[in-house]
Structures are given as structure tokens and as C-alpha cells.
């Protein structure tokens, strides 16, 4: 697709996301709050949805992770060992002639078209002054700020002074190691083995942008995944995904200038050849690949970076990003990385805690290493909702649908009669509080048939239920599908269980 179209596309979620009730800016009434948006009646069934499956598959499916709820406002000192006070900054250029501020890394990506997340700040500062890129605004000359701090800061107690401010959590990932010790005791896991979270974190981003890609306040869904040191090539899981493939981009490639190329092996491969380094890492990369299939994403538009040396976070060694093609290139959809032992330590360091694991077979005391998942929720469900819109047109109209996975679709059965008149809606209301009790649905008996079928097939409904004529003379109703658009006739009383098969099946249609 080029730009242009790729352009509309965004546009068109955009406007779905408001017409429907999806996502909308925060404080519309009063004009709208930058890099803050609210989940309306559709996008937060939606919300809700995504972070079940991530629950259910990473928290209660397996036996070797836990999940903890943090709070959102912690010790000021936590950031502090964590590098966030010192290290988690973003560069800030100030044009000399109209005064306004910008994010260097943006203006040099989009002036030079190159990538520069995570770019040190002394590289982008070169690039500011030996490259000419002027303000976008006036083409005054750009000058250096000061580096400008991510987080929010509020002020806890009475007095507002410096002692006693503190920070809006601008991850979750430090809870979980605060906790690490006190969650290990009580729920008596070995390692290895994980603490998962899912919550609110704020940053306050200069450039909010392309919807909710970019935003201040956000939920991340992040696992620390704790592993003995001397094991991280021990993955016992491994063979569950050693034959799936995986689109790489590797940091040679990039290193070759090959940044938009992709290399496709298997999780054998790359981690016989090394191209990923430990099989623990390997695995949580395949692992997520196949969660962000389950939940109907389409594996060609998925890819995996390594990050490149200069790009690395300073708690990492080894980074690998699952990007998804978005309209606006490949970008980190979520980032999967090594984290070692850094923020056990640190957080030993400055709290004079042990945070040690004593590994009883052993008889050693170590610091376990680290794998992160982390992904942003809202910044995933943009990406389901583009990577599930299409358009077909029916007599001259262009209809919208969304192919969403049954599993996260926000609404499972809308249910219709085809008239109000003739005792056709109470019937309908019988068949609707019936199948509520089962799954989430949506009774409409607002306009033509066929407007209330393009409601549904719009916020991603994957079945529809109408009530006609012949359902008052043999209990049957038709069950219609929203792929194929094709309808079978089902008794009343086979009906949840003709639905529940239905909702089962992975592809979403009826038997
Ligand atoms: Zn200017």
C-alpha cells in the first residue's frame, strides 16, 4: 500500500475510534487534553478483553508466573535506583528565533529519515550540530536544552517542597522487583519463574502522537521473568516453539544499512547460530509472536529487531522488539529484554536489602537475570483494530468490518428481530436475555435488517441472531456469521451451544 492510502487508513481507525465509541481524546468538552485519551462503552469491553487473554495465557495457564497490582505512586527512592531520576530523559532542541521546544530524536528522523530510538544523547546532540535541521516552524537554528525528565511528579503529604515529591510510576517493572523477594516467599515459586503486572504508567512525552501510539498515560502489560544465571540457556520450553518461524531484522542487518529487510528462520536456528543469545530470550519472543496470533493479529506484519549497541537501555545487554508494519513503517509494538541482574542489584544497593535467592538444590545463594516482556495495551489495541479493518462494499455502499478474533471482540452476539410488530420483538427480547446469561450481547431493533448487521460487523460482532417470521412456528432463528456473511438456521434450545463451538474455533465460524 503506499502512503497516501496507509495514511487513510489511520484515519479511518481514527474515526471508527470516535463514531463507535472506542477511544476518544480525554476532556473533549474542553478541548482536549494532549496524549491522554478515554476508553468509551465499545473500547473498554475491547480493553477488558486483551487484558484477559494476557492473563489467562501468561498469569493462569502457567504454573511458573504470579501476578502482583502495584501501586501507581511509590518511595521516591525506587526511581532513583532504578536510573529513572538520572537516565530516563528525552532530548529537547529549542529554536533560538521563535522559542518553541521539540524532541531532537523526532525532528532528526524526520528530517534525515533515519531511526533514532534510543539513541545516546551525546550522538544526538552531534547529529543537532553538525546536521542542519532547523525548526519545522520558522527554519530558525536549533539549539541544545537541557535534558527534559519523562516523569510526573506530584507532591505527597501537606507541604509542597522538595522533600516531598514523588513520582507517577512510569513503568510498571520496578514494582515487581521491589516485590521480587516478598512474592517469591509467599508464593514459594523456584526459580525459574515470573511476576506479571498490568497497570497504569505515565510519561510525560513532549510529542504525544499518531493517536494512541504515543500517549502520557498509558497501561503497560509487563512480565519480569526471573532465571538463575548459569541457566539462561536452559529453557525448558524451547521445544514448544523451536519450529516456528521468525522474521528477524538482526543488528548486523542493520549495521549494513539493511534496515527494512527481513530474514526469516526458525527459533532452532537463531538461537543454534546465536543470532539471539540465550534460549530463554528466544523463547518469550516466539511465545508472544504466537499470543499476538491467538489474538488475531496476522503474523506477516510481525517482525523482530535487535536492538544495536547505541540503542540499548542502560539496564540491558540484549533487546529484541516485535514491530509491527504500522502505516508509518516497522515500530516497536512491544520489546523484549535482557535486563540481568541490574535492578535486583540496584535496588539491594539502595534499599541495604538482600534481594538474593537462595536456590535450596544448589545450596548457593545468586541474583537472578532477567527476561522483560513489556508491551503498552493502548498502543496493542490500535494495532488490532488496524491490523483487523476492512472494507467491502455491498450495492454501491462501502461497509465496514472489523475481523476481530472472537476471543477479544467486545460484543459476541448481537440479537435482531427482523420487525418490532407481530409478537417478533418479545420473542427476540426471550432469545437476548436467554443468551446474555452466556455471552456478551447487544439486542438492536433500530432500522432496516441490514443497518443493524453493518452496526455489528463494524465494532468486529462475530455472530448475529435474528428472530423472523418462521421462529414463531418452529423455534428456529438464523445465525449469521460476519466473515462470510453466510446464515444457518438453529433451533432456540441448540443455540449457546452452536455459539459457544463457534466462539471456540479459532478462524470464528459456524459449524
Ligand atoms: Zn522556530
Redesign the pocket.
Known amino acids: 500500500m503506499d502512503e497516501k492510502k496507509e495514511r487513510t487508513l489511520t484515519e479511518k481507525i481514527v474515526n471508527l475510534c470516535l463514531r463507535r465509541g472506542i477511544l476518544s481524546p480525554n476532556s473533549e468538552i474542553y478541548g482536549t487534553f494532549a496524549g491522554f485519551y478515554d476508553f468509551g462503552p465499545v473500547g473498554v469491553e475491547l480493553k477488558r478483553n486483551v487484558e484477559a487473554s494476557w492473563w489467562k495465557t501468561f498469569v493462569h495457564m502457567r504454573e511458573d508466573i504470579v501476578g502482583i497490582d502495584g501501586a501507581i505512586i511509590t518511595h521516591p527512592a525506587v526511581w532513583k535506583a532504578s536510573g529513572h531520576v538520572d537516565a530516563f530523559n528525552d532530548p529537547l532542541v529549542v529554536?533560538t528565533?521563535?522559542?518553541?521546544r521539540f524532541r531532537a530524536d523526532h525532528l532528526i528522523e524526520g528530517a534525515l529519515h533515519i531511526n533514532v530510538d534510543g539513541m545516546s544523547l551525546d550522538h544526538i546532540n552531534e547529529i543537532v550540530s553538525s546536521v542542519k535541521v532547523v525548526?519545522p516552524?520558522?527554519?530558525?537554528i536549533l539549539a541544545m536544552e537541557k535534558p527534559f525528565n519523562l516523569m510526573f511528579k506530584t507532591h505527597v503529604g501537606a507541604v509542597e517542597d522538595e522533600a516531598s515529591v514523588a513520582f507517577l510510576r512510569p513503568e510498571t517493572a520496578q514494582l515487581i522487583f521491589i516485590n521480587f523477594k516478598a512474592v517469591q516467599q509467599f508464593s514459594r515459586k523456584k526459580l525459574p519463574f515470573g511476576i506479571a503486572q498490568i497497570g497504569k504508567v505515565f510519561r510525560n512525552e513532549i510529542s504525544p502522537r499518531n493517536f494512541v501510539f504515543r500517549c502520557r498515560e498509558f497501561n503497560q502489560m509487563e512480565i519480569e521473568y526471573f532465571i538463575h544465571p548459569a541457566e539462561m540457556n536452559d529453557c525448558p520450553y524451547l521445544s514448544e516453539v523451536s519450529d516456528d518461524l521468525l522474521q528477524l531484522c538482526t543488528e548486523k542487518m542493520q549495521l549494513e544499512g539493511k534496515n527494512e529487510e527481513i530474514i526469516t528462520m526458525s527459533v532452532k536456528q537463531a538461537v543454534n547460530e546465536k543470532i539471539i543469545g540465550t534460549t530463554w530470550h528466544a523463547y518469550w519472543i516466539a511465545r508472544f509472536l504466537r499470543w499476538f496470533t491467538e489474538i488475531g493479529i496476522s503474523s506477516e506484519n510481525l517482525r523482530v529487531r535487535q536492538h544495536i549497541k547505541d540503542e540499548l537501555s542502560h539496564y540491558s545487554s540484549e533487546t529484541w522488539d516485535i514491530e509491527y508494519k504500522y502505516p508509518w513503517g516497522w515500530k516497536e509494538l512491544m520489546g523484549i529484554a535482557n535486563r540481568g541482574d541490574f535492578d535486583l542489584i540496584q535496588h539491594a544497593q539502595h534499599s541495604g536489602k538482600d534481594l538474593s535467592y537462595f536456590d535450596q538444590e544448589k545450596g548457593e545463594r545468586v541474583v537472578p537475570y532477567v527476561i522483560e516482556p513489556s508491551a503498552g495495551l493502548e498502543r496493542l489495541i490500535f494495532t488490532i483494530l488496524l491490523d483487523s479493518y476492512y472494507e467491502k462494499s455491498e450495492k454501491d455502499e462501502i461497509k465496514t468490518v472489523l475481523k476481530l478474533n472472537p476471543t477479544i471482540a467486545p460484543v459476541k452476539v448481537g440479537v435482531f428481530p427482523l420487525m418490532k410488530k407481530d409478537g417478533l420483538k418479545e420473542k427476540a427480547r426471550e432469545v437476548y436475555e436467554m443468551l446474555n446469561n452466556y455471552f456478551v450481547c447487544e439486542y438492536d431493533d433500530a432500522g432496516s435488517i441490514g443497518k443493524r448487521y453493518a452496526r455489528a460487523d463494524e465494532i468486529g460482532t462475530p455472530f448475529a441472531v435474528t428472530i423472523d417470521y418462521q421462529t414463531l412456528q418452529d423455534s428456529t432463528v438464523t445465525l449469521r456469521d460476519r466473515d462470510s456473511a453466510s446464515q444457518v438456521r438453529v433451533h432456540i434450545s441448540e443455540l449457546v451451544e452452536t455459539i459457544r463451538k463457534a466462539l471456540n474455533l479459532s478462524s470464528g465460524g459456524i459449524s
Open positions: 529554536c528565533r521563535c522559542k518553541k525548526c516552524d520558522c527554519h530558525g
